[in-house]
C-alpha cells in the first residue's frame, strides 16, 4: 500500500504560478503512476488535472491544461509536482494526487479516480483575481 502526503493549502493571485508537491511512502515500484485531480467547488466529480508513469516518465495532461501545467517526479525523493503557470480563478479547487499500478505497455496514466488504489489528503487552491 503506498501512503501519499501532499503540500498544504495555498492562496495565490491570478497570473502567478502554482506548485503543489506530493510524496509517496510505502510499498512503492516501477510499474504505478501518479495523476493530479482537483474538485472544483460544488462539484462532486474530480477531474483528471495530468499524470505521470513512474517508469519513463511519461507524462499525459487534460486538454484544459496543455500548455499550463507542468508535472514532474524525482525519483529519489518519491516526489511528484504539480506546477500551473498562470493560474486563474477557474483553477480554485481541492487538488488531490493518487496513485495506483498501470498494468501493461502504456505511455499514459489512466485518466479516471477509480483506477487509483491511493489518495493524497487534498489541498486547498484558492485563486485571487
Known amino acids: 500500500q503506498v501512503q501519499l502526503v501532499q503540500s498544504g493549502d495555498k492562496v495565490v493571485t491570478a497570473g502567478d504560478s502554482l506548485r503543489l508537491f506530493c510524496t509517496a511512502t510505502g510499498q512503492t515500484d516501477l510499474t504505478y503512476g501518479s495523476a493530479w485531480f482537483r474538485q472544483l467547488p460544488g462539484l462532486q466529480d474530480r477531474e483528471f488535472v495530468g499524470?505521470?508513469?513512474?517508469?519513463?516518465?511519461?507524462?499525459n495532461y487534460a486538454t484544459s491544461m496543455q500548455g499550463r501545467a507542468a508535472i514532474s517526479r524525482d525519483s529519489t525523493q518519491n516526489t511528484i509536482y504539480l506546477n500551473i503557470d498562470g493560474v486563474r480563478p477557474e483553477d480554485t479547487a481541492v487538488y488531490y494526487c493518487?496513485?495506483?499500478?498501470?498494468?501493461?505497455?502504456?505511455?499514459?496514466?489512466?485518466?479516471?479516480?477509480?483506477?487509483?488504489?491511493?489518495w493524497g489528503q487534498g489541498s486547498q487552491v484558492t485563486v485571487s483575481s
Open positions: 499524470g505521470i508513469l513512474w517508469s519513463g516518465g511519461h507524462v
Open positions: 493518487a496513485a495506483g499500478p498501470m498494468y501493461g505497455l502504456r505511455a499514459a496514466v489512466d485518466t479516471t479516480p477509480a483506477s487509483y488504489s491511493s
